[in-house]
């Protein structure tokens, strides 16, 4: 019985060839065969090196293109073909199951390689490959299953690298273009897609992994995020106040923290906006199971990030601070307030989390709590030391001195 040795065998320059072999290696890695050595561990671990190796190939580019053009009756190995071992693939993988995780894989090599490979292929075609990731995000963004939007999310982080690799700087004007031009009955998915790529945009950007050949280059797109701050802060109200969709309402949350922790954006912009306000509604909420999914959670993690990233000890700081005192005050220092009333319901995901935010709201304003002018600084520390006085196994009194 042969082994695959897949990882010993050089990439060939033949798009058919390695396309054949991929699908076999993967075929292999899934486990998905009914026959040969698919069980063999071996065999799985010399797939997996070989499908490595054949995402660092420059003939990746296609054959990642190919296999994301292909249906269920096309994604199959070819019987008269063989794997890069010698042997004859003894099954097709031409399931819908199959066709996602070959999917998937094409869009993390076509992410992989906008991160780090974009020197194998010519500037000029930088173009026709925006719009070649442009068409498989919206074909899979029809479908709309929890497998598909894995692979919506690879390509759109794919999108972004390749935004900062072409200098594409206009990619939020345009994409806010495409969704106001999209049919009306296209639009709510049209949404979807742009709350995940300006979520993904500044994290791309910023990503230590994603290779270029000038910093420069990133350092100026970065900026221009920046100015479009305003933007994405009205869109993402816009999203927030008319879509009652708790998918819409996450992706907001999880986009406004990623510019709030990725971007430099200006403290007044944050003050003024409405979404602090639509942010703290939900931290309000009278019934801890009011909003459904993970949008209490989120909705805490932006606000912590908040107070990190925009201390006390800044002056330029301080308007947004001083909106945002008695917002934090109002989640735990009055008897009806939400923290109190987790405290009294002995609901410890909701104490560890407000726990949380009184004691980031502790940190970062250090410098007003140390301040001889009377702030109602009492009010703060009280609230962190109940915090600290919660009985359990010492949960709380971690996250208040850690």
């Known amino acids: 019985m042969n082994t695959m040795t897949t990882s010993s065998i050089p990439i060939s320059s033949n798009a058919d060839e390695e396309m054949h072999r991929v699908l076999a290696a993967l075929s292999t890695v899934f486990n998905i065969s009914t026959g040969g050595n698919s069980n063999d561990n071996s065999n799985r671990e010399a797939a997996d090196r070989y ?52 999917h998937f894989f094409a869009a993390q090599t076509l992410h992989t390689k906008c991160r780090a490979d974009i020197l194998q292929i010519d500037p000029a075609q930088f173009p026709s490959l925006r719009e070649s990731l442009m068409k498989f995000l919206l074909l899979n963004l029809q479908k709309n299953t929890s497998a598909t939007r894995a ?12 935004a900062v690799q072409m200098n594409w700087d206009t990619i939020i004007d345009d994409l806010l273009a495409n969704l106001q031009q999209s049919p009306l009955e296209q639009q709510p998915q049209m949404m979807h897609l742009v709350l995940s790529i300006a979520k993904l945009l500044p994290e791309e950007a910023n990503s230590h992994r994603l290779l270029l050949v000038d910093e420069q280059q990133r350092r100026a797109f970065v900026q221009k995020l920046t100015l479009q701050a305003e933007q994405i802060m009205s869109f993402l109200f816009y999203c927030a106040s008319h879509s009652p969709e708790t998918r819409v309402r996450e992706q907001v949350l999880t986009c406004l923290h990623s510019w709030v922790r990725h971007v430099n954006m200006q403290p007044q912009l944050i003050q003024n906006s409405q979404l602090i306000d639509f942010t703290f509604v939900i931290l309000q909420a009278q019934d801890f199971d009011a909003h459904p999914g993970d949008l209490f959670d989120l ?56 726990c949380r935010i009184f004691t980031e709201m502790g940190e970062s304003y250090m410098s007003l709590i140390m301040s001889h002018e009377d702030l109602n600084q009492v009010q703060l520390v009280d609230l962190v030391l109940a915090c600290s006085a919660i009985p359990d196994n010492g949960e709380f009194i971690y996250i208040v001195f850690n």
């Open 151 to 162: 692979i919506v999310t690879r390509l759109a982080m794919a999108l972004c690298c390749l």
């Open 299 to 354: 909705a805490v993690d932006v606000i912590i990030e908040l107070l990190r990233c925009y201390p006390s000890d800044r002056r330029e700081n301080m308007g947004l601070v001083q909106k945002f005192i008695p917002l934090v005050m109002a989640l735990g220092y009055e008897v009806q307030s939400p923290f109190r009333r987790a405290v009294e319901e002995e609901d410890e995901d909701g104490m560890r989390d407000y």
């Open 51 to 102: 499908l490595t190796q054949f995402q660092r190939s420059s003939i990746a580019w296609i054959v990642a293109d190919r296999l994301l053009s292909s249906t269920n009756s096309t994604v199959t190995s070819d019987p008269h073909s063989s794997t890069p071992d010698g042997d004859n693939p003894t099954n097709s993988i031409g399931d819908s199951s199959t066709q996602i995780q070959v």
